[in-house]
């Protein structure tokens, strides 16, 4: 009996063993292992430099309406095991090419109570692992509905996290800096008064989401390629450290409807010992699609200031008029109504925005409130929809159109939609030919609002799938778009490419709304900024609100200096100077480096970084052998100590140093700044203070 126990013992460690697949990442730093437990669930762990960063993790989909589901009974029936390496250039980014090298295994398995099959594919880079299920066309499982993904994520420790609550309509938080034991506690009040889907888990966070643990591993978790599926969310087990998968549910509470074959998008977990090394991950763009426009010449970046900030403010007004009984839906009578005076997208006050442009070398202005239905949508009713043809009768979309073509600059579209999908869709086609008859070739779309007409989550697999139809029909008129409360971005602009920015996080306007923190911009490039870039909107000089409207007592967080670093720590190919023409005529020689930074570039260089604490980055211009430096800080002051290293051997070149004076303070005195010129080499060294909620900002031009 003894003999014939350790025997059984012995043939069932050799089956676990024989089950266990492993999988190397290129150079090895990483090593993946899958296996199935007893009772066939599957599971996998990571290793980062022989140290476990993921401990053994549960994989699986529960289904709806039906009595088992893809948790467990699994059997592999088939690997396969291969190697990709190439490099692709980008339409735009952060550098001119990308290296996209994985290992990868797929693993088919068998479930035998019901002879379905799925397919579990991993792919294992340098700098991470990224993993989806896949749904091969089968006779039992064509048709299913996902109750909820249980993808696991078990850490190895009680790691801090840079969190915003779980939310299915809004990311625009401030970050919380925690313990992972922390979250509920601290999350409580937030999750009470502002979590707009109030169903949510108090332990639930958004992705991406950044960890650090005890030892100095960086973990970033969030996904990649979304997809015709519901937007990623994760909620922790707070006892055991283990988050799992939580699909934003439709208006019904289902997470996902699929037919076969089928897909989900890409987990994605990136790691490094060296927070640099997060920031210059291009992981999950490499998990995405290459591009389907074929013909991309017509999409360039863009530099460009708008009829924006005096709104948000409360300077000016998006409506025409306040005279809302004259002016009812589908009664509107313009000419009955009496303007209000404050109106933004107003003849003269476009022009003056349009010759600002000209005059310093942007390439368009963006005007919202330019047409029809405000009045109705933010005084009376929140149903409104928008036609996105009919102009206010003191915007000449034609010759606005003329007087800006005769100046060299473009018009942005402004589409807001509030909410009424349906209605967008209805009206697109009509919407983009009317832009490419008036010469807008760019649109910053709008999603204010509960979404009509059934109150759908915004990030459910539903509207994820309008905001990607949206991008699809832009490209077949050849316009590029920006779109504002949409979901999160997830590499799709390596596959669409005229997704030239996104909001999908709390940007500049929150400043106007009473503040951000001041370490806001040290966190964003580690979370949001990591599926794609952001319309941030940075530039803003004059911190104190009240000076643009008296009745608004907001103040920016942020130094001068800060502000003008945002523009390279902050990568966009979409970058907008949101101050007033007015406060930047008060510093023309801070205005300067606005205007020099480029927008483009070919080579990004993270020289310092700390999630929360700061981030000092280099880029050079595309087409060029200029540089630019941005340096952002948190709440303490510190010296920021850089080399010159990456610059060009033998080159000279002289750097303007926009950068915070001492006595500088993102409170007390955030326009304290000074500005120096000096002869630089690749042999060139710099120590350069950062006040609180500070920074600089260095151009660094090749002399000739």
């Not at 349009?354 to 070398?361: E, H, K, S, Y």
């Not at 106007?512 to 911009?521: E, I, L």
Request: net charge negative.
């Amino acid at each position: 009996m003894k003999n014939l126990f350790f025997a059984s013992l012995i043939l069932f460690a050799f089956s676990s063993i024989a089950e266990a697949q492993q999988l190397k990442s290129p150079e090895g730093k990483f090593v993946m292992e899958f296996s199935l437990q007893n009772d066939g669930t599957p599971v996998y762990n990571l290793k980062y430099k022989n140290k476990e960063v993921v401990k053994t993790s549960k994989l699986g989909l529960e289904l709806k309406d039906d009595k088992k589901s893809l948790l467990n009974d699994f059997t592999i029936t088939d690997t396969k095991t291969s190697t990709f390496d190439e490099t692709w250039k980008p339409v735009w980014g952060e550098v001119d090419h990308i290296r996209n090298h994985y290992n990868e295994l797929a693993v088919t398995l068998n479930q035998k109570s019901t002879d379905r099959q799925i397919v579990i594919r991993f792919r294992l880079f340098d700098d991470g692992l990224g993993f989806r299920y896949e749904f091969p066309a089968q006779k039992n499982l064509t048709y299913f509905v996902i109750k909820e993904e249980r993808s696991q994520f078990a850490m190895t420790g009680d790691h801090t996290a840079f969190w915003i609550p779980g939310d299915y309509d809004t990311q625009e938080y401030d970050y919380t800096k925690s313990k992972l034991s922390e979250i509920r506690g601290l999350s409580e009040k937030a999750y009470t008064a502002n979590v707009s889907q109030k169903s949510f888990s108090p332990t639930g966070v958004q992705t991406s989401l950044m960890l650090k643990t005890a030892d100095g591993i960086y973990i970033n978790l969030h996904e990649a390629a979304l997809i015709d599926y519901s937007c990623m969310h994760l909620n922790l087990d707070d006892k055991n450290l283990v988050f799992e998968s939580w699909l934003t549910p439709d208006a019904k509470g289902d997470k996902g409807h699929m037919q076969a074959p089928n897909h989900s998008p890409w987990r994605t977990i990136i790691v490094s010992d060296d927070a640099r090394e997060i920031l210059a991950s291009k992981m999950t763009y490499n998990l995405n699609d290459p591009s389907k426009i074929e013909n991309t010449s017509w999409i360039k970046p863009v530099k460009y200031v708008g009829v924006w900030w005096e709104m948000i403010t409360g300077k000016s007004s998006w409506s025409y008029t306040n005279d809302y009984p004259t002016v009812q839906l589908g009664v509107t009578d313009f000419a009955k109504a009496k303007p209000n005076g404050t109106h933004g997208a107003n003849n003269a006050n476009v022009k003056k925005y349009i010759d600002f442009a000209a005059a310093n070398g942007f390439d368009a202005v963006l005007v919202e409130g330019w047409n029809e239905g405000w009045e109705d949508w933010f005084g009376h009713s929140k149903d409104y929809v928008f036609d996105f043809l009919t102009p206010y009768p003191d915007f000449d979309v034609k010759g606005l159109h003329e007087y800006a073509k005769s100046k060299g600059v473009k018009i942005i579209m402004h589409h807001e939609t509030s909410g009424s999908v349906r209605n967008y869709e209805r009206h697109m086609d009509a919407a983009y030919k009317f832009m490419n008859d008036n010469g807008y070739d760019a649109v910053k779309s709008g999603y204010v609002g509960d979404i009509l007409p059934r109150g759908e989550n915004h990030y459910s697999q539903w509207i994820v799938n309008h905001y990607q139809y949206a991008i699809e029909k832009a490209a077949d008129y050849k316009i590029m778009v920006n779109a504002h409360e949409a979901v999160r971005p997830t590499g799709i602009a390596r596959t669409y490419p005229n997704l030239i920015g996104n909001e999908a996080a709390r940007g500049t306007e929150y400043q106007a709304f009473g503040g951000s923190k001041p370490n806001h911009v040290t966190v964003l490039p580690f979370t949001r900024l990591i599926g794609g870039p952001m319309d941030y909107t940075p530039g803003i000089f004059e911190m104190d609100i009240s000076k643009m409207n008296p009745e608004n007592k907001s103040h920016v967080n942020s130094t001068l200096a800060n502000q003008l670093a945002l523009y390279v720590t902050m990568y966009s190919p979409l970058q907008m100077a949101a101050d007033t023409p007015e406060n930047y005529n008060r510093f023309p020689d801070a205005f300067q480096f606005i205007k020099d930074v480029a927008v483009d570039w070919s080579e990004s260089k993270y020289i310092e970084a700390e999630p929360g604490d700061f981030i000092t980055v280099a880029r050079k211009a595309k087409g060029t052998n200029n540089w630019f430096v941005g340096n952002v800080n948190g709440e303490t002051p510190r010296t920021s100590n850089i080399d010159f290293s990456f610059l060009e051997k033998g080159k000279k070149y002289t750097a303007t140093i926009y950068a915070d004076a001492k006595d500088a303070h993102y409170k007390t005195n955030p326009q304290a700044y000074t500005i120096k010129k000096i002869a630089v080499t690749n042999k060139s060294k710099l120590s350069q203070f950062s006040a609180p909620g500070g920074g600089y900002a260095i151009s660094i031009i090749e002399n000739k």
